[in-house]
């Protein structure tokens, strides 16, 4: 089995930023893309950015040009860099990834616990 596990949400002031993070651990074998997705109250998970193991980049139009996501494979870890942040990126952000494990070398979609980012004054 594989597990996702963020950290580095909270609270922020419109314009701060925060730097999420997420590893995966357990019986891996490989992991493809990586990325994080995000909910707010009321809406349907919405894809934020998303990144390959070559590091291959997606964004959403809304987070272009100020989140940046990033990967370090040796670590299984990929973060995401937020800056400029407003109220509407209030959400929980979940951590998402392709990966096979170790034992049966089946491939799977996994997804972490989530966590919250609030951005308020």
């Known amino acids: 089995q594989v597990q996702l596990v963020e950290s580095g949400g909270g609270l922020v002031q419109p314009g701060g930023s925060l730097r999420l993070s997420c590893t995966a651990s357990?019986?891996?074998?490989?992991?493809?893309?990586m990325g994080w997705y995000r909910q707010a109250p009321g809406k349907q998970r919405e894809l934020v950015a998303t990144?390959?193991?070559?590091?291959?980049?997606n964004y959403a139009d809304s987070v272009k040009g100020r989140f940046t996501i990033s990967r370090d494979n040796a670590k299984n870890t990929v973060y995401l860099q937020m800056n400029s942040l407003k109220p509407e990126d209030t959400a929980v952000y979940y951590c998402?990834?392709?990966?096979?494990?170790?034992?049966?070398?089946?491939?799977?979609?996994?997804w972490g616990q989530g966590t919250q980012v609030t951005v308020s004054s």
């Open positions: 990144i390959t193991s070559g590091g291959r980049t």
């Open positions: 357990g019986s891996i074998f490989s992991i493809n893309a």
């Open positions: 998402n990834a392709d990966a096979s494990d170790s034992g049966s070398y089946r491939w799977g979609n996994y």
